[in-house]
DNA sequence: CCCGGAACCTGAAGGC
DNA sequence: TGCCTTCAGGTTCCGG
């Protein structure tokens, strides 16, 4: 599930080698993944155009072209993205050529990511909450964003309005990092515990990204690699194991309906 | 406004 | 062997 890091580490493989070379087509293969405009202007706004940046908004991947438009693609659960595949990957959805023949394959086995092609690039990621990683975030910007939120921190952290980037699997990391209860009130987090939150917020998406992504399920990187960062969760996708720092079983439970993994032990609801 | 819940999706996995 | 149900979770929508 493409989060913060799965996406940068996109990104950055893909800046060197789009940036300066221009789009000569698309196919879309299935007019699902087209969020707007129609499939067909979305086909003739971006075919001869030129890239001149690709960046990175939270969890979308924004494609900057040489007629101020911005391609946006965002992954949600099983969306790859693959540079001349091999074999064509099983559930391609769209395929870009650029100038110099190479392909990108946007390949999607449950249809869910969404595709943009629009002049202004907030109108797709323009409530985003702040980037976690970028310098201006600081502890006090995150005790603000919590703020007097009621609701479970795992949720809070993981709403995209409130901080862009960070899903199921980070959230569950870092909160075992700062040894705080995923169903803790965000609202009744001690200065202390944000402090906490916040340099495990950013250790884990450093981390993630430096070990290129998580590959849990389907996420592969632009040349079909996987990531190695699950290889280093203490907790996330972890149910049932011990707990690498007291060994007690790590505990599963829904949270708005999503799978939360903690320690019992080392994130008691009390704390604080 | 805020929250919880369901829908969107499909393939894997488990039950019978 | 095969059919059926359940589950996975990022985002969006809807109802209370």
Same mark, same amino acid.
């Given at each position: /599930?493409?989060?913060? @890091?799965?996406?940068?580490? !996109? ?16 196919? !879309? ?17 971006? &075919? ?10 939270? *969890? $979308?991947?924004?494609? %900057? ?8 693609? =965002?992954? %949600? /659960? ?12 099983? =559930?391609?959805?769209?395929?870009? =050529?650029?100038?110099?023949?190479? %392909? ?10 969404? /595709? ?17 990683? &970028? ?28 901080? +862009?980037?960070?899903?199921? /699997? $980070? +959230?569950? #990391? ?17 200065? &202390? #515990? !944000?402090?906490?939150? $916040?340099?495990?917020?950013? *250790? ?14 389907? $996420? ?23 707990? @690498?720092?007291?060994?007690?079983? !790590? ?22």
């Amino acid at each position: /599930m493409p989060e913060l @890091p799965e996406v940068e580490t !996109i990104r950055s493989d893909l800046a060197p080698l789009l940036t300066g070379r221009s789009f000569s087509g698309v196919e !879309i293969l299935d007019p699902l993944v087209v969020r707007q405009p129609s499939p067909e202007e979305f086909t003739r706004n971006l &075919a001869s155009k030129g890239i001149v940046a690709v960046e990175r908004r939270g *969890k $979308y991947l924004i494609i %900057r072209l040489s007629s101020g438009d911005a391609l946006i693609l =965002h992954f %949600r /659960m099983t969306g790859v993205l693959l540079l001349n595949p091999d074999v064509a990957p099983p =559930h391609a959805r769209a395929i870009f =050529h650029l100038d110099n023949g190479d %392909r990108l394959v946007f390949s999607d086995r449950r249809r869910l990511g969404k /595709m943009w092609l629009v002049r202004d690039a907030g109108e797709v990621v323009g409530k985003l909450g702040p980037e976690p990683l &970028a310098t201006g975030f600081t502890s006090e910007v995150l005790a603000e964003r919590l703020g007097r939120r009621p609701g479970a921190i795992k949720a809070v952290l993981c709403d995209q309005d409130i901080l +862009a980037g960070v899903g199921n /699997m $980070y +959230a569950d #990391e870092a909160l075992f990092l700062a040894g705080i209860h995923p169903l803790r009130k965000a609202s009744s987090l001690s200065r &202390a #515990e !944000i402090e906490r939150l $916040y340099q495990a917020i950013r *250790k884990v998406l450093f981390q993630g990204i430096s070990d290129r992504g998580a590959s849990v399920d389907t $996420y592969r990187d632009v040349s079909g690699n996987t990531g190695e960062a699950q290889l280093r969760f203490k907790v996330a996708h972890r149910g049932g194991q011990p707990c @690498p720092d007291c060994g007690t079983a !790590i505990q599963r439970i829904p949270i708005r309906n999503r799978g939360s993994y903690f320690c019992p032990r080392c994130q008691k609801p009390e704390n604080g």
